[in-house]
């Protein structure tokens, strides 16, 4: 039965007010609060405990196994009356889930603790359980948590490398002590130190890009944009980089486009998101950023197509997920942090693009994005 309160005969018994006091508090919560028997039967409940098992009622003597089926942390199916029954004492559990009809899922903290049913001596032993939904919580916890193991990892490498040939530019010289010194091996050694604080560098930036648009704090500014100009821009920035692994990079832009309005700072940003990934996951042959206008003039399509290593239909589903990155090993040779292309949906979305994926493993890749004018 659900607590409601109950009227007295004995209207100065202290008892008695006492019980409506703790009903109408019950009452009140969020949590759902349950309360059972030594044999684990429902006897009283709260409205909030309704949501929680998605039922409309709950009828009284009604064993909690029946209603409350969780799975622990493997999936594997838990004996929730056997937690109740073990609580000699307060306890909770954080790792059980709780799975609907539909097919979702919620994560559930449950609380236990052993307590008199009734009021005063007589009253008869049971136990009182709290449950929470906490699946946001165990979402942040675990993006917290995979955040950490990434940045760690994925911070540890570059500077591993940049550190170890600074430090072999240096031996070289203090070596040379007034011998010739090999300028090819010095060269050769900052470069490669150069290239890691520039890896360094693009990870700070995604994690500056995400925090502000995490909290909602980045801001379009809309301005006209030379289609022509920006395309070129881009192709100066990113050629050597193209150049150095063998690739052409070729633009394929209509002269005639009328101007854009949109955020330029976002714009370049998405494109530089596509370049730079297609370069990087690209071996040989060629990367094309192309532009064209919209039927109706209502924008401008971009796309970014590349002869690389492709996707697979099952990372293609998942690859704007935040720390996404493919299992595939030559993914895997390249460091990343798995923001860019979710950082990128995130401006896509602030100046209202529409971004597509077309891709084939081993044959290439083609982002699309159609930027629409902004008023």
């Known amino acids: 039965m659900t607590l409601t309160p109950t009227t007295s005969t004995a209207a100065d018994s202290n008892e008695q007010l006492e019980h409506e006091r703790l009903t109408s508090l019950i009452n009140s919560m969020a949590d759902a609060v349950v309360a059972v028997d030594e044999e684990a039967k ?34 594997q199916a838990f004996d929730i009356e056997k937690l109740v029954k073990s609580a000699s004492m307060p306890i909770s559990n954080r790792d059980l889930r709780l799975a609907y009809a539909d097919g979702s899922q919620i994560n559930l903290y449950v609380s236990i603790a052993p307590v008199r049913l009734g009021y005063g001596s007589k009253g008869e032993r049971g136990y009182v359980l709290l449950l929470r939904d906490i699946t946001r919580e165990k979402s942040l916890e675990e993006e917290r948590d995979e955040f950490i193991s990434v940045v760690s990892h994925e911070l540890r490498t570059p500077i591993t490398i940049a550190e170890g040939n600074i430090g072999n530019a240096e031996f070289i010289i203090n070596k040379a002590a007034g011998a010739e010194v090999n300028l090819d091996e010095i060269k050769q050694a900052l470069k490669e130190a150069h290239n890691q604080v520039l890896f360094l560098a693009d990870m700070i930036n995604d994690l500056s890009t995400l925090s502000r648009a995490e909290r909602g704090k980045l801001q379009v500014q809309i301005e006209a944009i030379d289609v022509n ?80 290593i492709g996707i697979s239909k099952g990372d293609r589903e998942r690859v704007y997920d935040k720390f996404f990155r493919s299992e595939d090993y030559r993914t895997r040779q390249s460091n990343g942090t798995g923001l860019g292309l979710y950082v990128t949906m995130k401006l896509a979305r602030l100046i209202h693009a529409e971004i597509g994926l077309n891709s084939e493993l081993n044959k290439g890749s083609t982002f699309k994005v159609f930027i629409p004018n902004l008023e």
């Open 42 to 75: 429902i006897r009283i409940y709260n409205g909030a405990a309704l949501n929680i098992f998605d039922v409309n009622n709950i009828e009284e003597g009604t064993p909690l196994n029946s209603i409350c089926k969780p799975v622990d942390k493997n999936n």
């Open 229 to 308: 100009d920006l395309t070129k821009e881009l192709l100066d920035n990113y050629s050597k980089q193209a150049d150095a692994k063998g690739l052409e990079f070729k633009l394929n832009v209509d002269p005639n486009l009328q101007q854009l309005h949109s955020s330029k700072l976002y714009v370049r940003e998405i494109l530089q998101n596509f370049i730079t990934n297609a370069i990087k996951y690209t071996q040989q042959g060629s990367v094309t950023l192309e532009a064209a206008a919209d039927a109706e003039n209502k924008g401008i399509h971009f796309a970014v197509i590349d002869t690389g």
